[in-house]
């Protein structure tokens, strides 16, 4: 049966799809819309009709796509573990586990588009802001909540402990990506692992069970 | 006095100094021969005379510029100390706070050509794998050092600590780019000088004099 009504929203996910697997492979900088149009179903107008130009593409996927990326990996997955700290290595460790071994060259996609974008043009710089600091934000009320619920000591700064622990996650992924070796990923859990317990006041315990 | 002689080492070097200013500002995908020549005193001629394309000055300054930089600033300071430890720490706090205000939003340049390039030319991720390789090991060199004199405890894995301590250089620099605001380095800071603390066997002051 062909698709005979229009879909727009349909078609402008499709696109920031598309969109964010290119710039994901290519850069920002290194991707045109005709690259992106060619591999889509759309048309070049239709890509204007949605997106004026590329950058405006490029502010939606931060917006919509890495913000929910971000949400999705590392924050809403923390609810289900009655101590947060143990919910932040659990997840670390997953993620890294999970991590795909055709994207480890290509390293965190937030972190890239940051690393080649905040410089260059002060929306992105502005919009990837937004999102790593929410990262840092929902991480350090987790830790806060940790700190009430005596899981971790009393003398423990959360906003530098998150701000710590969200460089760390985004510096592993980066560092896999620049050795392209995964071996990094255990070694730099192993380190997280150690900072963790020394700020703990229970045993944290090495697994990924939920 | 006009310069009669073509002297060519000069000339190559002025090509790498403007197209590493360019790159870092503009990052590479986003800078054109033609940009660096209208920047340069040289013709474009002249250009491909020692570059036959823009990857080869981009890998003569990961090769050149980068690998001295990283020594320059990292690791040769690191002989004056005799507890490498104290060095470490002492560098870190020193290149945080001489690192210029320009530069903030422009990050670690060689975390930069990294990020937009391991995972588009494999040229560029394997010479950024042997800079990068060079900065852990030498560090790791001066942690073996540091176990030896009885400044770091028996137990410390120093291997898994050098990539631990560069990942979180690398990855401060990364995040005070992009929160575009310094005071994530003394936060940050903060947290590598309690991680060490606990590693050391002997306690480190919290000063930048050598």
Redesign the interface.
Known sequence: MAVRKRDPEKTRTHLLQVGFQEIY???F??VSVDQIVGKSSVTKGAFFHYFPTKSDLGYAIVDEFLREMILERWIRPLAAYPNPVQGILNRFKKNIVAWPEENL???CPL??L???????DPVF?EK??VV??LWIDETEKYLKKAKTDGYLKKTVQT???A??I???Q???Y??A????DRK?FD??Y??LR??LE?LSSSPTRDDVRE
């Open positions: 492979q290519n850069g900088q290194g060259i290509r390293g972190n890239n940051s690393q080649e974008m905040s410089a260059v710089r990837l802001q790593m600091n906003k530098q402990l701000q710590f969200v460089t760390l985004e510096g592993t980066a560092m990506k620049t050795l392209g990094v070694s730099l192993g380190s150690a900072h020394i």
